[in-house]
């Protein structure tokens, strides 16, 4: 849905609180605190109803991204339309110039949208490719950081390029013609990638590709292995890892064009909004209805959980969906 629909379709508070609850809800209203059906709407606010259980009031907004916000409805809408169709992310001060409201609003908003793209773990099967990939500065052979760059994440370290680098390192994993998964991982040992492996993939029916590297080959303990030698070619018939590789590449176009730096406490959170785009690049229906679904069922809390990976973010949300 482009920006246009989005402002004539959702232009009001009522519009948007009516189709939040159609999403969550359907006819039935429910209480958020205790599950009963039986309430009533308060006529004294539009959006808001009352409990006969509980004797609590509440609104379509409880216990989601949009809750306690002052920022309204149409324009949370717009900003989600405009996230959406951003390709290679949109930066809080981008959102900021579009919407004409504050930096810190904009990045709050940014944020709880992208908790919203958490989506519950399903196993990828068939052909599964695998590989790493490394964040940080541009690698120069004498270049230090220091303790106050934020997009590294503190020691004084010399940035190189490739397998043992300083920078943060991302395993990550993708069906082909499927979904992607992805983690931050402190070090890529053969016990994290068997774990995040067990995690995310089916070995029924399943085939894994890598490239090499010698932490890859403990793998097939678990999973039948496929292995291309980059030293000769990068592609051989179906043995590549071509797909995971091109995800890689949009996450960093979007990171050196858009967002610039990233830190490494919250780049789980920027992983989470680039797997979505990648698992919906195919979707030809009503994104901005698809994000909603998801978006009315995750806790805002969540935000304020200081993530160290990726897996742990998605597992709370996963596990939030099931209560």
């Known amino acids: 849905m482009n920006i246009l629909e989005i402002s004539k379709n959702y232009n009001t508070q009522a519009k948007c609180i009516a189709k939040l609850e159609k999403l969550r809800w ?103 490719e695998m590989d790493e990939s490394y964040f940080g500065g541009k690698a120069r052979k004498a270049h230090k950081i220091s303790d106050s760059d934020t997009s590294i994440g503190g020691e004084t370290i010399t940035l190189k390029r490739g397998r043992g680098t300083n920078k943060i390192s991302v395993a990550g994993m993708v069906q082909r013609k499927g979904m992607v998964k ?53 592609s051989k018939g179906i043995v ?26 919250y780049l789980p959170f920027y992983l989470v909004e680039f797997e979505w785009k990648f698992n919906h690049r195919n979707f030809r229906g009503n994104q901005l209805d698809e994000y909603l679904k998801k978006a009315v069922t995750h806790q805002k809390e969540l935000e304020y959980w200081k993530a160290e990976s990726t897996e742990q973010v998605k597992d709370i949300a996963y596990e939030k969906q099931k209560e």
Not at 204 to 232: A, C, M, P, Q, W
Not at 245 to 257: A, C, L, T, Y
Request: proline fraction near 2%; charge should be positive.
């Open 182 to 234: 992805t983690q931050v991982m402190e070090k890529l040992t053969k016990r994290n990638l068997l774990a995040m492996l067990k995690h995310y993939a089916s070995k029924d029916n399943s085939i894994l590709v890598t490239d090499g590297f010698k932490s890859y080959k403990e793998l097939e303990t678990y999973i039948d292995r496929l292995e291309i030698n980059h030293s000769k070619s990068f």
């Open 240 to 265: 590549h890892v071509n797909t995971i590789e091109n995800f890689w590449g949009s996450i960093k176009n979007g990171v050196k064009g858009s967002y610039r730096a990233i830190s490494k406490k």
């Open 26 to 128: 359907g006819k039935s209203v429910m209480c958020p605190y205790c599950d009963s059906k039986r309430n009533r709407a308060v006529k004294s606010e539009a959006g808001r109803h009352s409990c006969k259980s509980c004797k609590r009031s509440f609104t379509v907004l409880i216990d989601t991204i949009f809750e306690s916000s002052r920022l309204p409805l149409p324009q949370w809408f717009m900003i989600i339309g405009l996230v959406l169709n951003a390709k290679s992310g949109l930066a809080a001060k981008e959102i900021q110039r579009n919407i004409g409201c504050t930096y810190k609003t904009a990045y709050y908003v940014a944020m709880r949208i992208r908790i919203g793209m958490l989506m519950p773990n399903t196993k990828l099967h068939g052909i599964i």
